[in-house]
């Protein structure tokens, strides 16, 4: 019978910065610890959906501006029907928090209702947001500082990659950790922003409200007169809806969440949706009031701040600072929930599986640096401009948005004809009885109709503008996701048991030990070699005659009886002759028979060191890689110095 034991292996050593960096090892018992309440749970998820009001009406502005100041008036109008679009997605989303509890938004709803397909295109979509939220909302905030410091335009590529890296390191830290650091500015920025738009209302309604004056570059388009009117209307308004970005983060995350998490999870959306709408608004209707215009030097929110307070004035520097705080830690949405999106992918198979791994803080270390790492490319790329990033960012969160409601639609529908107490289990959740479905599915029928036309409207007119980039990059996903499912599958085909029946034993074992000369690394692997086979082979190969003469005489006397082979290379080929020789060996296999190559291999005493060494050992291990039914084992030999 076999024997299984269990050993309790004691804590791990870590080193001594990275235990400061990050902090000390989380145990897995640990997990249900780490969740986090609503009032940090919005700090966590809500804050890249409340960082867009500072840069939505500046996208709805520099679209009308195509005509002149006096298309801004239709700005309002478009602030409230994006907030009515609003509406119907935040229900959409309550809806989908209660329906599938365990999380995974658009991707679990569309693998759920819709199939395959959609799901990977879901996945695909979500994982591309999820970087360019990191991107657009770093360069973002950036630009609230250099709008107030204009000397510090120069170096905002650096500066961004500054806060990419913090951001990293604060998230390696853990998901409570993180929620926790960032809860203070987000609730300064909602506070600073209510007291700011409060004031700015009240002066207007005392006399007292001035206007925007000293913009510096303002935005100029290429648009035309004749492009105005209804087209122009529905461009403006899909910039503005860029306002709606991240509200799926709260249906992705929702294991984060303390219990009951659906609940906790619903509350908070409402409480995000209720506050955006009313920053929203209030920031276009001012923007309005004041006759504010669209800058490449200044945002909204810094000409609103000089109108209420007073350019450089303290409150007004507050405001530009929480704006770029909460610009920056909008970031942390998708630092919570793009390794947890990338985790369910993997645990799909369709994405590496290294992104399932939790790390010492019960964090997806892997999904977390592979963020960071995109997203500091599309940095260094579009040099942290977020007027340029913007159109590739909408494409993606508007065709998740379809899919979700779309694959909710589909829920429904499959409800219908349940009696009440009937339960169905679906992969992702189950389905039960629904007395309204009805207008339950009406009301993801129609958000799922607005959020693909907007979608379309993005891709038609921002097309030119990079929209293209999305455009391919999702399909591209997506095929190498399928890709990536294949390799898994063919994977887990070769390594089932099923139908396996036993090994076949092993009747003969040929050891080759590859030697660059007779030295003390070199007898230690011929010492190991021996005690896994008496059948022992010596390969060396000579590309000096001299030096072959020496390696003969030191042979006689340290060779121990084992059999040596001299491999000629007089054009002074050195790896390439010891695979072809040990190809050859390995085609004459006999069925029961395994080959292993013994690499004999120095380790120095520091790891500089190892650069002014061949690394033979390393490039023979690549080329043998390859080869079936050979074994390759290192036998390191330490080097110390006296």
């Known amino acids: 019978m076999s024997q299984i034991t269990v050993h309790t292996p004691r804590n791990a050593k870590r080193n001594p910065f990275m235990r400061w960096l990050i902090g000390k090892p989380l145990p897995t018992a640990e997990a249900h610890h780490q969740t986090i309440s609503k009032k940090v749970g919005l700090a966590v998820f809500a804050s890249d959906a409340l960082s867009s009001t500072a840069y939505a009406t500046d996208q709805i502005l520099i679209v009308l501006a195509a005509v002149g100041a006096a298309a801004y008036i239709y700005s309002i109008e478009i602030a409230i029907a994006i907030v009515v679009l609003l509406a119907i997605v935040t229900i959409s989303y309550q809806q989908t928090i209660h329906a599938y509890p365990s999380g995974g938004g658009a991707y679990i709803v569309s693998r759920d209702n819709l199939g395959e397909n959609p799901a990977q295109v879901a996945g695909a979509a979500l994982l591309v947001d999820y970087i360019l939220t990191v991107a657009v909302s770093i360069s973002a905030g950036v630009y609230q500082i250099t709008s107030a410091f204009p000397e510090l335009h120069d170096y905002k590529v650096w500066l961004a990659l500054g806060f990419i890296l913090i951001m990293t390191i604060i ?29 700015g209302f009240f002066q207007y309604f005392t006399g007292t409200l ?42 992705n995350g929702i294991q984060a969440f303390k219990e009951p998490k659906s609940r906790n999870a619903g509350i908070t959306l409402m409480w995000m949706s209720a506050i955006l709408s009313t920053i929203f608004l209030s920031v276009t209707i001012l923007a309005e009031l004041t006759h504010a215009i669209p800058s490449h030097r200044e945002s909204i ?112 529908w499959r409800s219908r004809n349940l ?53 391919i990059v999702i399909p591209t996903l997506v095929f190498i996701f399928f890709g990536i499912h294949r390799h898994y599958q063919r994977v887990a085909k070769q390594l089932s048991l099923d139908k396996f029946g036993a090994p076949t034993r092993i009747r003969r074992h040929r050891v080759i030990v590859p030697l660059g000369g007779i030295h003390r690394g070199g007898l230690e692997a011929l010492n190991y070699a021996r005690a896994l086979s008496p059948d022992v082979t010596a390969v060396h190969v000579a ?3 001299a030096e072959e003469q020496k390696l003969r005489a030191k042979w006689e006397k340290w060779g121990d009886g084992l059999r040596l082979v001299i491999i000629p290379s007089p054009y002074r080929a050195l790896v390439e002759p010891l695979l072809d020789y040990i190809r050859s060996v390995a085609a004459q296999r006999q069925p029961g028979e395994i080959l292993t190559v013994v690499v004999p ?37 330490q080097i110390q110095h006296d």
Request: proline share 5%; with cysteine.
């Open 543 to 545: 590309l000096d005659p």
């Open 301 to 412: 929110f810094s000409q609103l701040g000089r109108v209420i307070y007073g350019a450089g004035t303290l409150p007004y520097l507050a405001l530009l600072g929480s704006t770029m705080l909460i610009l920056i830690m909008a970031a942390n949405t998708a630092y919570a929930d793009f390794p947890r999106l990338a985790a369910l992918i993997a645990a799909d198979g369709f994405v590496p599986k290294q992104l399932t791994y939790r790390g010492s803080r019960l964090v997806f270390s892997y999904g977390i640096i592979t963020l960071a790492v995109v997203a500091s490319l599309l940095i260094v790329i579009f040099q942290a401009e977020e007027t340029r990033l913007i159109p590739l960012y909408a494409i993606g969160v508007f065709l998740s948005f379809t899919l979700s409601q779309s694959g909710m639609a589909v829920h429904w």
């Open 171 to 199: 998230n390696l830290r853990g998901v409570k950790e993180s929620g926790l650091a960032f809860a203070v500015p987000t609730y300064f920025f909602v506070g600073a922003t209510l007291l700011t738009l409060g004031l």
């Open 210 to 251: 001035s206007e925007v004056e000293g913009v510096l570059e303002p935005i100029h388009t290429t648009e035309t007169l004749e492009q105005a009117g209804l087209f122009l209307i529905l461009r403006a308004f899909s910039s503005g809806c860029t306002a709606l970005t991240g509200v799926e983060a709260i249906s």
């Open 419 to 471: 009696k009440p107490g009937e339960k169905i289990p679906t992969l992702g959740s189950e389905l039960h009885y629904q007395p309204n479905w009805r207008w339950k599915l009406a009301l993801n029928v129609v958000g799922a109709t607005l959020c693909f036309i907007i979608m379309c409207i993005f891709a038609v007119t921002k097309f030119a503008d990079g929209a293209w980039v999305v455009v």
């Open 601 to 637: 291999e120095f380790v120095p005493e520091r790891p500089w060191h190892a650069f002014l060494h061949m690394q033979t050992a390393f490039m023979l291990q690549i080329g043998l890689l390859g080869l079936r039914h050979v074994v390759i084992t290192e036998v390191p030999y």
